[in-house]
């Protein structure tokens, strides 16, 4: 019913940017709160960036904040990190989420996924 896409991942020096995007597809409604999370190999998928279904309420985890900017584009169903000073720590699979309700910080919370986009940084 719902498909997400995530793009815009890639290989950069530490310090650099990246933008990602996650378009929908499919049947797809402008309410759904939006989310981005990243997993590196061996560990758990953690929380990165949280937006509200109006783009009116945003969070961060702790150490993105500040360097990381969620936003969104109802009109053209599609949401946005965009990432600045990146680290090396900042490497994973980052995947964007889709619920029906607030905004959460948990994984298990959101409905809807994509597939997930690379993102390396290295020292």
């Known amino acids: 019913q719902v498909q997400r896409v995530e793009s815009g991942g890639g290989l950069v020096q530490a310090g650099g940017s990246l933008r990602l995007s996650c378009a929908a597809s499919g049947r797809t409604f402008s309410n759904y709160a939006m989310g981005w999370f990243r997993q590196a190999p061996g560990k758990e998928r953690e929380f990165v960036a949280a937006?509200?279904?109006?783009?009116?309420?945003?969070n961060y985890a702790d150490s993105v904040k500040g360097r990381f900017t969620i936003s969104r584009d109802n009109a053209k169903n599609t949401v946005y990190l965009q990432m600045n000073s990146l680290k090396p720590d900042d490497t994973g699979v980052y995947y964007c989420a889709a619920r029906t309700f607030t905004i959460d910080t948990m994984p298990s919370a959101y409905d809807y996924w994509g597939q997930g986009t690379q993102v390396t940084v290295s020292s």
């Open positions: 937006i509200s279904w109006s783009g009116g309420s945003t």
